[in-house]
């Protein structure tokens, strides 16, 4: 039996994928909030896989983020995991189109899922102008995303997008950046799910770890283009 294990945040898109793809493994979900904690996540990750019993392969929905999965053990069986630095490379496709993006300008990317936690940017934003007032709470937040020239709405066709597009465009043109929708993308997420497991996957066979290394050109591709 094969188990996913995914981020919160990505709910939307995985039920798509599985239904678009037919697949039926059960799916445990990890609270979209570690991503802020990555020792935490790491920790709560291990204990999920640690538990799983009968399977013969864990499929987890993550990249790299926060470098939380590097160490992560096999200990229960096989595991299969996007070759990505994050969420953002697996829905729009590639690290590939990722780094496309990055190169024409530094931006915030969305979706419903990472607006759906209570600590999201537009969230943060209207809490920061409730704290310090509008001037002063404007300041502050275009201060905060003072290297960004663009914020990004991935649609992914996993959730309804003009129920929320209005508001995120009008969070961009009050932090005083652009705003665009960037059509997303499942198909990374149904071949991690369906296979063939390529290039584009890391593979730890049981008894192995999660290393660093294993994302290593990846890593090295964004210090190519940030630098």
């Given at each position: 039996?094969?188990?996913?294990?995914?981020?919160?945040?990505?709910?939307?898109?995985?039920?798509?994928?599985?239904?678009?793809?037919?697949?039926?493994?059960?799916?445990?979900?990890?609270?979209?909030?570690?991503?802020?904690?990555p020792d935490k996540l790491k920790t709560?990750?291990?204990?999920?896989?640690?538990?799983?019993?009968?399977?013969?392969?864990?499929?987890?929905?993550?990249?790299?983020?926060?470098?939380?999965?590097?160490?992560?053990?096999?200990?229960?069986?096989?595991?299969?995991?996007p070759k990505i630095d994050d969420c953002?490379?697996?829905?729009?496709?590639?690290?590939?189109?990722?780094?496309?993006?990055?190169r024409e300008a530094h931006s915030y990317?969305?979706?419903?899922?990472?607006?759906?936690?209570?600590?999201?940017?537009?969230?943060?934003?209207?809490?920061?102008?409730?704290?310090?007032?509008?001037?002063?709470?404007?300041?502050?937040?275009?201060?905060?995303?003072?290297?960004?020239?663009?914020?990004?709405?991935?649609?992914?066709?996993?959730?309804?997008?003009?129920?929320?597009?209005?508001?995120?465009?009008?969070?961009?043109?009050?932090?005083?950046?652009?705003?665009?929708?960037?059509?997303?993308?499942?198909?990374?997420?149904?071949?991690?799910?369906?296979?063939?497991?390529?290039?584009?996957?890391?593979?730890?066979?049981?008894?192995?770890?999660?290393?660093?290394?294993?994302?290593?050109?990846?890593?090295?591709?964004?210090?190519?283009?940030?630098?």
């Open positions: 039996m094969n188990v996913i294990i995914a981020c919160q945040t990505l709910r939307d898109e995985v039920e798509k994928a599985l239904k678009d793809t037919g697949v039926k493994y059960p799916v445990l979900w990890i609270d979209s909030g570690l991503h802020n904690y709560k990750l291990q204990e999920q896989i640690d538990r799983i019993s009968n399977t013969e392969n864990l499929i987890l929905v993550f990249g790299n983020c926060g470098n939380a999965l590097n160490g992560i053990r096999a200990t229960t069986g096989r595991l299969v995991l953002i490379s697996l829905l729009l496709g590639s690290v590939q189109k990722r780094m496309e993006i990055s990317f969305l979706t419903c899922g990472w607006l759906a936690h209570e600590s999201n940017i537009v969230k943060e934003h209207k809490r920061c102008l409730e704290k310090y007032g509008e001037v002063r709470g404007q300041k502050i937040f275009k201060a905060i995303l003072a290297h960004y020239r663009k914020v990004i709405l991935l649609d992914t066709n996993a959730y309804p997008l003009h129920e929320i597009e209005a508001n995120v465009k009008r969070f961009a043109g009050d932090v005083g950046l652009d705003f665009q929708v960037v059509p997303g993308t499942l198909s990374y997420l149904k071949k991690l799910f369906t296979g063939p497991w390529d290039e584009d996957f890391i593979v730890v066979e049981r008894g192995e770890k999660i290393t660093f290394e294993m994302f290593g050109f990846i890593n090295q591709n964004f210090l190519q283009i940030s630098g």
